[in-house]
């Protein structure tokens, strides 16, 4: 693990890595040391870590003492981009111009990262884990859409996370990986998405086998969550991980 | 209003009275003076203004600083039954016996109830604003079920009050008042309610005209809301009325 960059503001340390090919941000307390749960965030489609609901999301919970981490999903931000995710992103804007449903054509896409995805996360998270200002403490794991869609397999691979607030997002491909999940889960709806049909996204929902689980939709489209969630998400992570 | 009996216990003062011919509880926290924000609190059918759960709700709230009131419903507590509320009440027991479906038989209940209840709700509003421990603060509701079916009225016609957790409850005769509704709303669905069909939930969380609504659906039956609810609605009512 090599950081490339180290600043602070506002409370919160923010520091720049890479992790074999894998470029990420760690967020921490300012003067943050000794053991605290870790939260990972998964981008949306498209973004990067440091896109600014990401960033939102990361300061916020690490004003609240959680260690973050984000790192690019494989073919997005500071990573190469293969030829076949080019076909297969080039087939997805083709298949949603001609009026396909979305649901299948975004499930293709993180069905061809996941593997990848989780492999990366997985990684991360060992390496993260042994810094001293975060040490070996419980972990939640939070992504929307995307983030939702490759979170889904790595949280039923991976028994060190405990909690997570997930969504966006329908059931095409995650059925049997969410059948897996047993941990408290929150799960957004946007109530008017023009991306995500509401019933595949209840779904998704209904597909955990969390026995805590907590839908919450809001009105809007996709991309109109509102910003007391992210209050509400500290609530939730605070509750599981402290 | 007079004032029956005073206890305090865990740093909450608990007061009964009646108000008229309608017998109430207030709680605040103790040695409470000055202005405060207040929650009104509906019980739910069959129930009373000391129901379990409306004193758990009551004493979080008084805890977190807020003034919190309840009142026997019409017909229901230690107020007299009505030979009208007899028969209405043996036939919705006949009907859910023969196998009717709820929403209707519960409507037809709650809109025989609704006249007085709003009439009652706000001559004890207007009477516990005057207390010194009270004042005119914000206004909020509380009420799940038939605490939702007087609500949805008591809200539409009452603009003291300034946000609302409502739930466990369809939208059978209630889709007027909803659509009369536009203050914040956080709504409550039970994904397994045997008593509530799911999708008359969701018409009644549509119905309602509030540009903030937030939905937070759990699993299990009717009376299966998990204790966190009551925690985040401590966390709304902080938001809106603070």
Redesign the interface.
Known sequence: MRFISRTSSDGVTERFFTLDEVPGVLWTPEDASGTRPLILLGHGGGQRKTAPATVAHARRFAAAGFAVVAIDAPNHGDRPKSEEFGRIAAELRAGMAAGRSPGALVAGMHGHLAGQAVADWRAVLTAVQRLDQVGTGPVGYCGMSMGCGLGIPLIAAEPRIRAAVLGLLGVHGLAEDAARITVPVRFL?Q?DDRLVRRDESLAL?DALAS?????????GDHGDV?S?EA??AV?FFT?HLS
Chains 1, 2 share one sequence.
Not at 211 to 219: C, D, R, S, W
Request: charged share 30%; glycine share 6%; aromatic share 16%.
């Open positions: 709806v109530w929902f026995a805590e689980k907590t839908l919450h939709a809001n009105p509102p007391f209050d509400d609530g509750r």
